[in-house]
């Protein structure tokens, strides 16, 4: 796994303060989270083998989220401690369990990729919240050597096109599937091999030349959605590593993220195996 460590400082609001406005919240609460270690730990959780690459600054944070990592039996040797902060995610949560979410990057700027012993990993998955040229070099560097390289292209950040041609698959939530396409075979317009879209309460659509096929999701009381999609990208890439097609791997992932949003934070919601509903 590639990608974000964050410190999520979370309050939950009654409603999302407008511009000049001040809202009254609930206690902060101090949570590990960035998309990259949120996949990384969701994989892990559900059974994968997992290295997690990434940056955390040298503070009680990142302590924070190598602890978090380690203790869902991810590998941290790839995680560089940089000069800079911590990334920070400050996020609101509102009744209806809906995030929104300002991050800033700190130490996630300082992510590069050494040589990796490539012939140990099965899977690389990527997200954003780290420079683009670092993912796009780690997305060739993996697919030259046989690696299948998955990219949830959130937040949504402009890619090379022969690296959006080398993804099997696209994975991306249903407001980043439309700001990149009209529908959803247009995702394949973009050049991946295939793609998966997280459409929310209604599961997932996975897209492949072939045609598109709809996985429900199970209905579940939402509390908080935050990490939900990146709950969904670790557990397809630990089915993906075990050899399942993308259609089996998408309703195992719809599964855990549904688990995912019926407790509050991102890592600290993401099931094992016996949690799963
Ligand atoms: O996808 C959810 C994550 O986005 C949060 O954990 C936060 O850190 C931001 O990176
Ligand atoms: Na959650």
């Given at each position: 796994m590639l990608g974000s460590a964050n410190a999520d400082l979370v309050v939950s609001v009654p409603r999302r303060p407008a511009g000049g406005e001040t809202v009254l919240g609930g206690d902060t609460a101090v949570l590990p989270g960035g998309k990259g270690a949120n996949t990384a730990v969701a994989a892990a959780r559900v059974g994968g083998s997992v290295s997690f690459l990434g940056a955390v600054g040298p503070d009680q944070y990142g302590e924070l989220l190598r602890s978090s990592l380690e203790s869902a039996?991810?590998?941290?040797?790839?995680l560089r401690t940089s000069s800079r902060p911590t990334g920070i995610a400050y996020i609101t949560v509102t009744p209806d369990g809906e995030n929104s979410i300002v991050v800033a990057p700190g130490a996630n700027s300082d992510v590069v990729v050494p040589e990796?012993?490539?012939?140990?990993?099965a899977v690389l998955v990527c997200s954003l919240e780290v420079p683009v040229d670092v993912v796009e070099g780690a997305v060739r560097a993996a697919a030259e050597r046989g690696v299948r390289p998955v990219l949830n292209l959130s937040p949504v950040t402009e890619v090379a096109p022969d690296v959006l041609a080398?993804?099997?698959?696209l994975v991306v939530n249903e407001h980043e599937a439309a700001s990149l396409a009209g529908t959803l075979p247009g995702l394949l317009d973009l050049g991946p091999k295939s793609a998966v879209v997280t459409l929310g309460a209604r599961g997932a659509a996975v897209v492949t030349p072939e045609g598109v096929t709809e996985v429900p999701a199970p209905e579940v009381e939402v509390v908080d959605t935050t990490g939900a999609g990146d709950a969904f990208a670790g557990a397809l890439a630990t089915r993906l590593a075990e050899g399942d097609p993308l259609p089996a791997a998408a309703a195992f992932a719809t599964r855990v993220a549904a688990t995912s949003v019926?407790?509050?934070?991102a890592q600290p919601s993401y099931p094992t195996p016996s949690d799963l509903r």
């Open positions: 039996g991810v590998r941290t040797e790839l990796l012993p490539w012939e140990s990993f080398l993804l099997d698959p019926t407790k509050p934070g």
